[in-house]
Nanobody, 118 residues
Framework: QVQLVESGGGLVQPGGSLRLSCAAS????????MYWYYQAPGKQRELVAF????????GYGASVKGRFTISRDNGKNMVYLQMNSLKPEDTAVYYC???????????WGQGTQVTVSS
């Protein structure tokens, strides 16, 4: 049974930091690229960051570049999103996604809420 379970969300003040985690199971994690998306209320889901199966390729959405860092640990089947210098506009539900090399198989987590507010 495939599972992606996000954790680490919460309420943080502007300028603060959070680290999101995504625990994967039920599929060959090291063969899958991993993604973080966010979805704010009333808006479409947007790509935050991705990391290739080996970690050799990484990319970020324009709005988070320089503030967020994605990483993975294939030995632990985990992917992380370190979020620094958080802004109110980062408030959203953050989702973890796994995709195989051809994007034929995609799995999503249930999401974790991040709220940036004073």
């Amino acid at each position: 049974q495939v599972q992606l379970v996000e954790s680490g969300g919460g309420l943080v003040q502007p300028g603060g930091s959070l680290r999101l985690s995504c625990a994967a199971s039920g599929f060959p994690f090291s063969d899958y690229a991993m993604y973080w998306y966010y979805q704010a209320p009333g808006k479409q889901r947007e790509l935050v960051a991705f990391i290739s199966s080996t970690g050799g390729a990484i990319g970020y959405g324009a709005s988070v570049k320089g503030r967020f860092t994605i990483s993975r640990d294939n030995g632990k089947n985990m992917v992380y999103l370190q979020m620094n210098s958080l802004k109110p506009e980062d408030t959203a539900v953050y989702y973890c996604k796994a995709a195989d090399s051809g994007d034929a198989l995609q799995y999503w987590g249930q999401g974790t809420q991040v709220t940036v507010s004073s």
